[in-house]
């Protein structure tokens, strides 16, 4: 076989450079099965709310787990550049273990920690292994998630910022105190950096068995040769996009503390040959509460939707992104000034995504869907056990994706932000925490109607066995998943609180919320919106729908004219089943 030729001018055999790319990527996927295995937290080894991956000496992304986040898309490297900044290469030493979670440079909820370790071979620096993972508690006023009480980050929690939390194998005691004594669930947390810290030495020992092997001026080489290779199958779609300027504007509920103002989401699309730019200048500005993000927001929105329409198959890497080009001038929601509140960073991303997307279905028709369920759904119940104990219940929910060009929605689906994250068992709940899941089913006639129904919500409900208390933070209710050509909007999504004693009432956002024993809290999640008229709808599908419960007969008729062919008995077993 003819040896590829590198930018190092190394020969990089084509059998070399496919061994190395399989072996990056399997080393970051058994980093996160080890990290799942360890973990104390259900986000992290039931719902997956984490990355891990290979980071090069200049803070690039080498490699990246399968499954993880959309929204930590090759975005671990910019904590380590800080690292880099701080100590200098020459200041990591063998057995160093480094905590990040500095919002001025991640610009995520402080919640969501980076541990990363050096990865030496023969007393030479090659690489870092790294991940981020979603830790229950970090300090702070905030409690789970979905305040939207805070106005600074000083009250969301400790700032950790390129900290060795282990120095040459040695634990920093001094800053483990600290962490413990400042977070409500030390053994969880704690347990979690254990889990994570296993992790990135495994990864940082895998990869230096491959440059052991190979040394490292081939491995490096090869590396280019993927990242190359991404880039350019990268690029051949983007030409494929008819060159223009594209713009879509949608909006978010409120901020979470003036209720009554919608946050404007404004986009800018433009196509230039083999480079597409995501504009952000025309982006609301960022508020007086938590929803708000760094500018690692802003470029995670785009890099989801970039990647979506370029190489949804390709594993992640450094050349994915190169052909993408962010403006993102600072002090807009995605782009908050240090020091924002930015507990809620990751709110305006799902909307945000739909939006860039929204601006590019002129230019692509076959490809975008219709709007999906658009926000990061899940629920914070939390309080005390009768033993005296804390409780916090963390669980993410599935909504309604968009009709698609050929095909209707998924349903029960997490958003676009959270790719391959799951919910929490029902089972695992109930036997965690003082609740009992009552019901947890699609909700019936959430879907946009359109020739390509829009994907069903869910509904569920929680009724609780001690006092406590709820945060809810439900988003696009004023602004609901949309149709595509011609298909309708998606239902919204909404909360309704059922006390014991008292009527019942619909909140779409309230933070810390008081329950009694025996009361109900029922989440209806969005629905995704329709593609396609729904005079164009088949008829053997709406039969379906209505047999299968998913629309009632009532809403068939109204949006698709649809007349019973079944007696309303036969019609009803079938709902039931």
Known sequence: MTATKTK??????????????????????????ALCKAAYNMMIYEVRDFCCGLIDTSGRMISQNRGGLPIFLADLGIAVEDGIRRWGLDGFKPGDIMIMNHGEVCGQHLNNVVIYAPCFVDG?????????AHWVDIGGMRIGFGSSLTTEIFAEGLQMRSLKIYEEGKRNETLW????????????????LRAQMASCQLGARRYGELVQRYGRPTVEACVDRIWDQADQAVRNVIEQIPDGIYQAESELDNDGRNLTQPIRIKVTVEIAGPIMTVDYSEMNGQTHSPLNSGKSGGIAAARVAFKAITSPDLDVNEGCFRALNVKIPEGTIVSAKPG?????WSIALPTTIDTILKALAPALPKLIPAAHKGDMG??????????????LLLNIFGGGWGGRPTEDGEDASVSVCQGDVRNSPVELQEIRYPILVEEHALRDDSGGPG??????????????????????NCERTRNPPWGLNGGGNGAHNVAIVKPVEGPERIVFKGTEIPLAK????????AGGGGYGRPQE???????????QGFVEPAKAAEFYGWKATVTPKASSNAKSA
């Open 8 to 33: 190092k001018n190394i020969d990089a055999h084509p059998i070399t450079v496919e061994v190395v790319r399989n072996s990056i990527v399997a080393y970051a996927d058994e980093m996160a099965n």
């Open 124 to 132: 030479e620096l090659v690489g870092f292994a790294a991940n981020r």
């Open 177 to 192: 105190q600290i962490i413990h004594d400042n977070v409500r669930f030390p053994d969880a947390s704690l347990g979690d």
């Open 340 to 344: 924002t509140a930015i507990g809620l």
């Open 378 to 391: 899940g629920c914070s119940f939390y309080g005390y056990k009768e033993d005296g104990t804390r409780f």
């Open 451 to 472: 020739k390509y129904r829009g994907g069903l919500g869910v509904r569920i409900t929680y009724r609780t066995l001690v006092p406590c208390q709820v945060t809810i």
């Open 518 to 525: 025996g009361d109900r809290v029922t989440f209806l999640t």
């Open 537 to 547: 709808r088949a008829p053997e599908a709406i039969a379906n729908d209505v047999a």
